[in-house]
């Protein structure tokens, strides 16, 4: 059994949450906020049999494209000065996936 941890973005989830429970996977679901851009994330834990993790990873691949967007970072650089919002292209989406290995599941 495998524990995946997939980190996607908020736009993604909800797609992504439907088309997994559709294929008969269980997850659960955690509001979390990136670090770089502090958006909306979630993290999504799935618990999965080692012959159906291709499935989900083909799952996630399909429903989290990454798309390139125009946001604004604030510089500032000493005490005292304006906030200047700079303009910055930075790319949004896709998924960031961690697998670990499960020594013992229990369902209660």
Not at 63 to 79: A, E, F, G, I, Y
Request: charged residues 25%; negative net charge.
């Amino acid at each position: 059994m495998k524990l995946l941890i997939a980190i996607v973005q908020d736009e993604d989830a909800h797609m992504l949450m439907d088309d997994l429970s559709e294929n008969g996977f269980r997850m659960t679901k955690l509001a979390s906020t990136g670090g770089f851009l502090k958006a909306g994330n979630t993290t999504l834990l799935l618990g999965i049999d080692e012959d159906r993790v291709d499935e989900a990873l083909r799952i996630i691949e399909e429903d989290c494209k990454s798309r390139k967007t125009t946001t604004t970072l604030l510089n500032v650089t000493m005490p005292g000065e304006a906030y200047v919002p700079l303009p910055m292209e930075v790319q949004i989406g896709g998924a960031t996936i961690f697998m670990l290995d499960v020594e013992k599941f229990i369902r209660i």
